[in-house]
């Protein structure tokens, strides 16, 4: 597995080139089940500071019956990405999902 480090500012031109100036319609797979999600499912579902952990965290942590709890903050590197800020802080991050993947729904508890 490829591992690849990617600049804040190339990162956010990739997402918008993908989904659009709104941040919120992004989507991302969670490398360890495959559920697609978005911001606006975790507003949807009433989780605070969605934007923290659309890119970070599986949304099966919160939402029962979607995803699995998976989060890159654990001890184990399955992710492939990691973005970069201009302080040279770096930020583990799941990959963008293809434009067309609907989330999948599947449930690994």
Known sequence: MEHKTIELEEWLKKGESLFG???????????????IQTAQD???????????KVHFSCIG??????????????????????????EGIKVPVFEFADVDEKPINNVLR
């Open 21 to 35: 100036p709104n941040k919120k319609q992004w989507k991302f797979k969670c490398v360890m089940c495959g559920e």
């Open 42 to 52: 975790f507003i949807d579902h009433g989780i605070k500071d969605p934007e923290m």
């Open 61 to 86: 942590r919160w939402v029962e019956g979607r995803g699995c709890d998976w989060t890159l903050g654990g001890l184990f590197t399955l992710h492939t990405t990691t973005v970069v800020n201009s």
